[in-house]
């Protein structure tokens, strides 16, 4: 009898969890909900008082989206793949090798790794005027190469701390064999450190993937037409008329499924590279 009652109640804590889960979860995710719901609604659902859940959906606003003759929508995801994809591969290539080099021989660890570090915790609005000109001066305005470069050194702080963490938890006995194999310090970066770092590899693109295709404000300063990126072309359905909720729903709703797929795929494989060296023995 004891036993029932305790399994009984272990039942009903284990559905109190999964409740209270479920309930923070739709809490938290409300808005992105609410806009991929009013993507799905015709505008006389859109417009309703009160809101309707229940509808008939429709895809109306997507092909609005995608087909429509002054907005080239897909060029816009495109452009957001490449200057992701390409800003994400110089953070990498810059920060492995730097990681290195600050924690093997310490070169920097003591100014300008908590200098870099701290750069992400600035405003990027103090950056904007001067990139403006920068970039004016030397032709790099609306062209995807500028926007990744923004990305690049926007991703070094995140991927310069998780890279040293790494290089850190790594045995310095490796190094030893490497060097008296005869292999200098960059063939054992290449032969010995970067096979070991594709776990935290995956996170570093992962998270500077995302950073980089949620950045909005150089995209929206630095890009007029060639380049500009999918959250910036989002907002071209608010226009002097007023806000086209549907198309802009199904806008941000493509715009967003690019890292949700992304994140999805690589989410059993986080967890492992942000703790890859935490444990020894």
């Known amino acids: 009898m004891i036993v029932t009652r305790r399994s009984r109640l272990d039942g009903v804590v284990h559905a109190g969890r999964w409740i209270v889960f479920v309930a923070v979860a739709i809490l938290v995710n409300f808005p992105v909900l609410s806009t991929i719901l009013t993507s799905f609604k015709t505008n006389a659902d859109i417009n309703a008082y009160p809101p309707k859940w229940i509808f ?7 092909r609005a989206v995608l087909a429509s003759p002054n907005i080239d929508y897909g060029h816009y995801i495109l452009n957001s793949v490449i200057i992701a994809t390409t800003g994400t591969l110089f953070a990498i290539l810059l920060t492995l090798p ?4 600050m924690a093997r021989h310490k070169i920097g660890t003591g100014w300008l790794l908590p200098v870099i570090t701290n750069l992400r915790a600035l405003p990027l609005i103090i950056f904007a005027i001067p990139f403006y000109f920068m970039y004016k001066q ?36 490796l190094d030893d064999a490497a060097r008296i194999d005869g292999a200098s310090m960059w063939k054992t970066l290449w032969h010995v450190v970067l096979p070991l770092s594709r776990p ?9 993937f995302i950073y980089s295709w949620n950045e ?3 995209g929206l300063i630095l890009t ?24 802009t729903s199904a806008a941000i709703t493509l715009g967003i499924l690019p890292p949700l797929i992304l994140g999805l795929f690589a989410y059993p494989y986080i967890g492992k590279s942000m703790l890859a060296g935490a444990v020894k023995g």
């Open 56 to 62: 008939e959906p429709t895809l109306e606003h997507y």
């Open 98 to 101: 730097a990681a290195y080099a």
């Open 138 to 173: 030397v032709g790099l305005l609306d062209t995807r190469l500028g926007l990744a470069l923004i990305s690049c050194i926007i991703n070094i702080p995140v991927a310069l701390v998780l890279f040293v963490g790494f290089v850190q938890d790594v045995p310095r006995e």
């Open 200 to 208: 935290v590899m995956l996170a570093v693109f992962l998270l500077s």
């Open 216 to 218: 909005f404000l150089f």
């Open 224 to 247: 007029t037409k060639s380049a500009v990126p999918v959250t910036v072309g989002a907002t071209f359905f608010v226009t002097s008329r007023g806000i086209e909720w549907g198309p």
